[in-house]
């Protein structure tokens, strides 16, 4: 098989050309570009990540195991690890779960048996306890974006208590004490987060005033939708929502526009995540925007520079940093067109 | 190693009750589910594709390249082939390439090596000549969304010409005789039918009258922001833009909103695509709807169930068809705010 330095004479370049242009570190001219590939073609040269295995004992594959690709932020967040990887020329395998406990053991099982180098890990359902033992063994482990409980691997988070917080904040300051969170449960690293910030600064700035109802669920569109309608439907006098995810404000928003309410004239909204065109939306929806690209950066960085021989290193958590992006999904609860049940009407 | 009786037996259960809980075609109750899962785990039950493929000859594990996982009709598309593979009990490699061709031509060697059953191939650069030899050689390819000519292999497309035509006659019935094309040039398939598509609408509707400015580029919100914007500096007296990706249309929106200009009102907009919520968007965008879902089913099901020594298998070409969803981002000609040049005013 041809190697690096063939495939680069033959297309009148240096070999450090054709590595930093098949690494993506490089952009060629167009006729550059072409000789390479031709010279590729031709020579049927194969940058072959297990042939490099076989020489190195390593073999510069990592994995990434998801729950789902579908929704917005797994997507955006695979495409960062991704895009990453390749930087760091490592191949990424991507593997979905589907939430189904047995996929993901035999994927945390494919380090121990060194078919990859390491894995990028993030599951999304509360039955995590059968993994434990199995991350730990696995070692070159990174649990990125949900927590698996007495697992010793690193850990990476966006600030999740902070932006619950931010969101909290924001609905506070223009006057909400009566207000809906939809989205993850305490059983849920993020969910629990995300609340536990969201409460501490409705009840800095309300004390005993405050009014939280709660609705635990998925991510998914789909129970934002009934979640929303629930709250609807019990006459709950919220002025106010606090959507979990991108997908929960669509669903909610569904929910909503069903009843014909609009936001926020009848009723404020707060998303997290920001990863869909909010800004293009009917009503362009305030958020807590996920530091998506870092998240992914840092996942490949933490799994390949971390020293795995040290204790301290594989018990460290990080967390980044999220921000609220203002748009105009909420209003002073003084601007409500019915005061305090926006819903009292439709029913 | 434990194998799938003994995790039945110290489950209480069936093996076809495991197996079938494994593979996804099963729901049980919580407590029948806690049951399996911790006998899966205390026995250290592995379902191990590759041990499989040493009893049966084949990896059961398939792969799907696409050139990257981030647009919402790439991430919906891998979505809905997980999940049929799943459902086949398939494992799926997933790739990304970015469109570098090293990539490609180390993941359709991945098929010659016995790495993997078979390949699911999407790629969306013009730069496909290298590939064709090498997709030939590779057999069991099926080529999904984008064309790769000359390669013998099985392909799968949306129907682009007809999404193309149902986008013209659309506008063409609203009276649009003067109109702007952005998406993918000739080079590309996809750019190539949805154009042809699109024209023989507009000239059965208008004949010689018929005005088409084209800009061609790849289907990026970047690409749509800057099209459109050079459509507005250009001053061309288009009364409507048919934008051939949910991200084009995006960027379509970017550049109208920062020019003053509104959808209908200025300018009638209709996208291709319909992954994103467009229904929620300031103007609910009237789009041609991709059969994702039926695409993902099919590419599988193509993938296992084609006899690969038949060579007219392998020359088939299938062809799924496509709706438009019809909201309110698109206006009568008569309508328009300002008659012929929507876009005077605001230079």
């Known amino acids: 098989m041809a190697n690096l330095k063939q495939v680069a004479e033959r297309a009148g370049v240096s070999s450090a050309t054709v590595s930093r242009y098949l690494n993506g570190s490089l952009s060629l001219p167009e006729a550059t570009r072409s000789a390479v590939d031709a010279a590729i073609a031709d020579l ?30 797994f997507a955006a967040l695979v495409a960062a690890v991704e895009n990453e990887a390749f930087l ?48 730990t063994a696995a070692r070159r482990v ?39 969170v939809i989205g993850a449960g305490d059983e849920m690293h993020s969910g629990a987060e995300r609340f536990r910030g969201f409460s501490r600064a409705m009840t800095e700035a309300f004390g005993a005033d405050v009014q939280i109802t709660r609705k635990s669920g998925s991510y998914s569109r789909e129970d934002g939708e009934r979640h929303c309608r629930e709250i609807l439907a019990e006459g709950l006098p ?38 869909l065109p909010l800004d293009h939306f009917a009503t362009p929806i305030t958020a807590i925007r996920q530091p998506v690209e870092a998240l992914g950066v840092r996942a490949v960085s933490i799994l390949l520079d971390t020293d795995w021989e040290d204790p301290a290193a594989r018990r460290r958590v990080e967390i980044l940093p999220v921000t609220l992006v203002d748009r105009s999904s909420v209003a002073s609860v003084a601007s409500l067109q019915t005061a305090t049940d926006p819903q009292e009407e439709h029913r």
Do not use: W
């Open 44 to 73: 049927n040269y194969r940058p072959n990540p297990f042939a490099r295995s076989l020489s190195r004992g390593r073999t510069d594959l990592i994995r990434m195991v998801v729950p789902e690709i579908k929704a917005p932020f």
């Open 238 to 275: 919220v002025t106010a929502i606090f959507a979990m995810s991108d997908e929960l404000v669509i669903g909610a928003l569904d929910a909503l526009m069903a009843a014909g309410l609009s936001v926020p004239a009848d009723v404020s909204l707060i998303g997290f995540d920001d990863i």
């Open 88 to 135: 760091r020329e490592q191949e990424l395998a991507l593997s979905v779960t589907l939430n189904r406990p047995g996929r993901e053991s035999r994927y945390l099982d494919s380090v121990s048996d060194r078919h990859v180098d390491g894995l990028i890990f993030v599951t999304n359902h509360p039955d995590v306890a059968p993994l434990t033992g199995r991350i």
């Open 142 to 180: 990174v649990l990125l974006d949900e927590d698996v409980p007495g697992a010793i691997a690193p850990r990476l988070f966006c600030d999740n208590d902070g932006g619950g917080y931010l969101a909290g904040a924001h609905l506070a300051a223009h006057g909400h004490a009566c207000v809906a």
